[in-house]
């Protein structure tokens, strides 16, 4: 098993670009989420998914969308990209609420914004 | 809302014992989870305590009080592989149940 990988792993945009991150599970997990993390700072949820067709508003979603048309994917898009959005995306999934503590990470997405 | 604080460096030496410490201030509460993460890595889940008292899983410790709002990591026998930094994370019901993760701890381990 992969878990969770995350295209691309490095991207640099210039300002008011779009892009698209691309997260995929084989856990056969029903909950995703994404995070940013700046430096040395935790992790903050931008978005959330807790089965596919549905998607759900984190901690700092604003300047983000994402869509999970199917179970193992959860895209996270940029439509126009600002510097302050220079950070590193993780992807992350956990099989239940229940065990929603324990979740599994992707590397995470490198993303500088000039 | 959560907040979590924790101390922003912790050093120590191999073979000792180092306590990671993290309080929280939380609108609900559902357990207190600690992650860890190697530079340019991703976190990985160590730990979750749902309630009061220890867990223990080979050298990693969990504590939990939750009449003190605190819990904490200890790390035996430490190991130059240990040093990361560490992150406690709780509970959010704001957000579906989702996790709020605390500034991280960076803990260096000297030989």
């Known amino acids: 098993n992969a878990g969770v990988t995350q295209t691309p792993k490095f991207r640099v945009l210039k300002t008011g670009q779009s892009m698209t991150l691309l997260c995929a599970q084989d856990?056969?997990?029903?909950?995703m989420y994404w995070y940013r993390q700046d430096p040395g700072m935790g992790l903050r949820l931008i978005h959330y998914s807790v089965g596919e067709g549905t998607t759900a508003k984190g901690e700092v979603p604003d300047g983000y969308n994402v869509s999970r048309l199917k179970k193992q994917n959860f895209l996270l898009g940029l439509e126009s990209a600002a510097p302050s959005q220079t950070s590193v995306y993780f992807c992350?999934?956990?099989?239940?609420?229940?065990?929603?503590?324990?979740?599994?990470f992707g590397p995470g997405t490198r993303l500088t914004v000039t | 809302g959560q907040s979590l604080e924790q101390p922003s460096e912790v050093t120590a030496v191999e073979g000792a014992i180092v306590q990671i410490n993290c309080t929280y201030q939380?609108?609900?509460?559902?357990?207190l989870s600690w992650y860890q993460q190697h530079d340019g890595g991703a976190p990985t889940f160590l730990s979750y305590n749902a309630l009061d008292g220890l867990e223990e899983t080979g050298r990693f410790s969990s504590f939990l009080s939750r009449s003190d709002s605190y819990g904490y990591l200890l790390l035996q026998e430490l190991q130059m592989k240990d040093s990361a930094s560490y992150f406690c994370a709780v509970r959010d019901p704001n957000y579906g149940q989702n996790f709020v993760f605390g500034p991280g701890t960076r803990l260096s381990v000297l030989p």
């Open positions: 856990m056969n997990h029903e909950y």
């Open positions: 992350a999934s956990s099989q239940t609420l229940l065990s929603v503590y324990e979740q599994y």
């Open positions: 939380t609108s609900g509460f559902y357990g």
